[in-house]
């Protein structure tokens, strides 16, 4: 699946309720490597923060402004009877401010980061991400047995 096929895929059938921000663009890179990035309006991103209450104290036409929003992640592919594509995040830019991975978990509700974690179905064998394109193998009839 090529990385213009990946970011169709997800513009078509994932809810934008999923996703912390709007229009993500997704890069994949060699070693499992994604990055995702998005737009977000500061106010909107403050809101699902513990600084709600600082954005009521900002301008309307600051809150009202697009930030994006850059995570960089590492793919990997979980195996079982709960397979799953879990992506850990490694680094998070608000615009060009780098700031900890951690802080993800606390600029979000844990609903909005779902995304982060792919259930798979049984039919794939693996998930491999080289640069602009992701691998999917199926599994054979037999392993499935």
């Known amino acids: 699946m090529s990385e213009a096929e990946v970011n169709a895929f997800i513009s078509r059938n994932l809810d934008t309720g999923d996703l912390p921000f709007d229009r993500p663009i997704i890069v994949l890179r060699d070693g499992n490597g994604v990055e995702i990035l998005g737009q977000i309006t500061l106010g909107r991103l403050l809101a699902d923060s513990p600084f709600a209450a600082a954005a009521q104290t900002l301008p309307t036409r600051w809150t009202s402004r697009p930030v994006w929003l850059h995570l960089g992640a590492h793919a990997q592919w979980e195996p079982g009877p709960g397979r799953q594509l ?25 609903a909005r ?13 693996d998930v491999r991400i080289q640069t602009g394109r992701m691998v999917i193998p199926p599994t054979s009839s037999r392993e499935r047995i």
């Open 113 to 125: 980061l779902r995304f982060l974690r792919m259930p798979l179905p049984d039919t794939v064998a």
């Open 86 to 110: 879990r992506r850990d995040v490694r680094r998070v830019a608000v615009g060009q401010q780098r700031v900890p991975a951690w802080t993800l978990r606390v600029m979000f509700d844990p």
